[in-house]
């Protein structure tokens, strides 16, 4: 027989090792041509189709709502349409399917999936109930056997969870989760499963500091989640157990700080990760969160832009919630919340992994974070002639800023110039 082409299924993330097949074009028998879609897949991140590349006869070797292995082989595409035909099936030999093993409907054959074969040789079925398909799968056999009353073959049983069953199915729609649903709970569920985690929340008054934010930002206005995202990332630089994770009764510690933005913008929940957060200055945090949210919303990620985070930060600010307790990501000790601003101030929030680290712990990191942030809502009224202010985070110098302890130094940046830290910026080195 002449095979033209294998199509199997490919890599596309280090998360999966299979994908769902959503739907199927064609079936076995049918001429397709070159560059045709035949049948779209989902990851846990997106979907996407899947071309033949030659012109032939196709063999369907999978099913809609299938979950099929990377580098599993789902189509093969033939030269001529008598060359297909149907696989023996474990340790099933050909004689085992004397019963019509091709069933002819005209001009082609019917072709059965492995899945069919099975049934049909264990339930012993005639293959001539079904000369009228060109392919048949377990799902058009039960539902022929359902309308035929001669044979009496149960349907097949779902597996078994941990839930209590429907007692009456047709009051309900039931709808298969999404392959990136069911990553996010096998995700959540990694560090929940201890149930030894817990949770610290303190109030930032960002009176002014918007209005300070909003005269410097670009894009993102009203909002103190890049401020946020920068100083938290210095301080994670010193605050080590909440850039960790728990594994094997040890402590594995990140050597980098990569925050985790996790967002729903309509299309799934997805975390997206600034790379060395510590290393980039407010102005170009802000960038990194446009340009990734861009990258979402156009479905362009990649596996590097939605992997590796060693911190996760979650912002409902903007949605009125008045306080949030999210779940610890896989892979991470901790995960920050922002609500909504109540007052000129709003709660900032840490679920932590008790297996790593305690209450006391992180809560010295939010006072440290509270005493950072609010050090922004005076700069903003000083002169800009006569002001000194910190080439990472732009504060600028204040009597408050002093009488907080709040020190400027001068310093070589990274590009070799003179230049002003404040102290803040400093320790986080």
């Not at 049948?39 to 996407?48: D, M, N």
């Not at 340790?91 to 004397?98: K, P, W």
């Not at 109030?203 to 890049?226: C, G, H, Q």
């Amino acid at each position: 027989m002449d095979v033209l082409e294998e199509i199997i299924v490919p890599f596309s993330s280090v998360n999966d090792n299979s994908v769902i097949v959503l739907s199927v074009k064609f079936s076995s028998g049918s001429y397709v041509n070159a560059g045709e879609i035949i049948a779209e897949l989902e990851t846990s991140k997106t979907t996407f189709t899947v071309e033949a590349n030659h012109a032939g006869f196709i063999e369907v070797l999978c099913e809609a709502e299938q979950e099929v292995k990377i580098n599993q082989c789902i189509f093969k595409i033939y030269s001529s349409a008598e060359s297909i035909h149907v696989k023996s099936v474990g340790n099933v030999v050909e004689d085992a399917l004397e019963d019509n093993p091709k069933v002819s409907n005209g001009n082609t054959f019917t072709v059965f999936s492995d899945k069919a074969e099975v049934y049909i040789i264990e339930k012993k079925i005639s293959k001539s109930l079904f000369t009228s398909f060109d392919y048949v799968n377990v799902s058009i056999i039960e539902e022929v056997l359902g309308i035929t009353q001669d044979i009496n073959v149960p349907k097949k049983t779902e597996p078994k969870t941990n839930s209590a069953p429907i007692s009456n199915q047709d009051d309900v729609v039931i709808e298969k989760l999404t392959k990136d649903k069911v990553l996010e709970i096998e995700y959540l569920s990694s560090v929940q499963q201890s149930n030894l985690t817990s949770n610290v929340t303190v109030d930032i008054d960002i009176d002014k500091t918007t209005a300070f934010l909003n005269e410097r930002l670009k894009v993102i206005k009203n909002s103190v989640l890049p401020l946020i995202i920068f100083e938290s990332s210095r301080l994670l630089k010193k605050h080590k157990l909440l850039n960790c994770y728990f594994e094997n009764n040890s402590i594995a510690y990140y050597n980098e700080v990569n925050i985790g933005l996790a967002v729903d913008m309509g299309k799934g929940l997805k975390v997206l990760k600034i790379k060395n957060a510590d290393e980039l200055q407010l102005l170009e945090i802000e960038e990194k969160i446009t340009e990734l949210s861009d990258r979402y919303l156009n479905d362009t990620l990649s596996v590097d832009d939605l992997t590796k985070s060693t911190f996760t930060i979650t912002d409902l600010s903007s949605f009125g919630v008045y306080d949030f307790y999210p779940l610890i990501n896989k892979g991470n000790s901790g995960i920050m919340s922002i609500s909504s601003t109540i007052n000129s101030s709003c709660k900032v929030s840490i679920t932590f992994d008790h297996r790593v680290t305690n209450g006391k712990y992180v809560s010295i990191f939010l006072m440290e974070l509270k005493d950072r942030i609010e050090s922004y809502k005076s700069a903003r009224n000083q002169p800009a002639k006569t002001a000194i202010h910190c080439y990472k985070c732009l504060r600028q110098n204040s009597a408050e800023s002093l009488s907080n302890s709040i020190h400027f130094l001068k310093v070589v940046d990274p590009y070799g110039n003179d230049n002003v830290l404040c102290s803040l910026c400093y320790e986080g080195f």
